[in-house]
């Protein structure tokens, strides 16, 4: 298995707030995660990115139980993440925003790396731009492309459409999609907007209330009388 968990279990100020969670990220591929506002799925993300400790249940990359590894060690081991908020470095621009991160790694990655990086997220923009003026895509791109240059194995993406409009949204797919079948990255996609995630999704996990309520095809889920009661229980036909 390339990157996946089971059983997880997460409490939170005396709340539970995910309840036996499994799912499986493959190579190649993009799993989307669905649900509605406060459904678990960014909570998911801290448990799979070593943010938050589970109290139970097991965390894989390759085989390798990860479940006890701080933040860091998973990020080195190809774990990596973006946020739902595209929060940049305040005080740097661009071009020093890829120096911090090329330097962040072992061996230190060259300018030409970066210069690939922000190819293949198609950002562009002049590299002496204060990374705060960028709009909400160029952010976007600009912290995957710094992720890009970890070699990632898996991708955990936390609604990397919002504050998009339609056609960003079509240019994201695009480069996400490369990313998966030009370097084999397995996905994992947050999206609260089912219609969303049935253009680019190979499969799809539904949760609500910590729970998982549905799991196949994007056209599976979206049939699914549990997941249409849901998002549309309380609101009139
Ligand atoms: N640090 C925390 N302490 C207590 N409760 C929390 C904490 N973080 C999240 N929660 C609660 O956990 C539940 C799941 O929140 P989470 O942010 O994971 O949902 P989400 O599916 O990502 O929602 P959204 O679509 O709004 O981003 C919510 O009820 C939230 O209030
Ligand atoms: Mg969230």
Known sequence: MLFGCEGICLS???????SDIALEAKPGEILGLVGPN???????????????????GQVTLEDHDITT???????????ARTYQSPVVPASLTVGETFRAARKSHKPYRSRHDAEWAAR???????WDTPATVLGAF????????????????????DE????LINAEIDELDLIIRRLVDEYGIGVVLIEHRLELLAAVADHCIV??????????TPRDVFDNPRVHEAYFEGVDA
């Open 120 to 126: 293949l997220t198609h950002l562009r923009v002049p």
């Open 207 to 216: 949760l609500d209330l910590g729970e998982v309520i549905a799991s196949g």
């Open 38 to 56: 406060g459904a678990g799925k960014t909570s998911l993300f801290e448990v799979l990115c070593g943010r938050y400790t589970a109290d139970q």
């Open 69 to 79: 590894l701080a933040f860091h060690r998973r990020a080195r081991m190809g774990v």
């Open 12 to 18: 939170l100020g005396g709340r539970q707030i995910l």
């Open 138 to 157: 160029d952010r976007r791109k600009l912290m995957l492309a710094c992720l890009m240059l970890r070699g990632p194995k898996v991708l955990l993406m």
């Open 160 to 163: 990397p459409a919002s504050g």
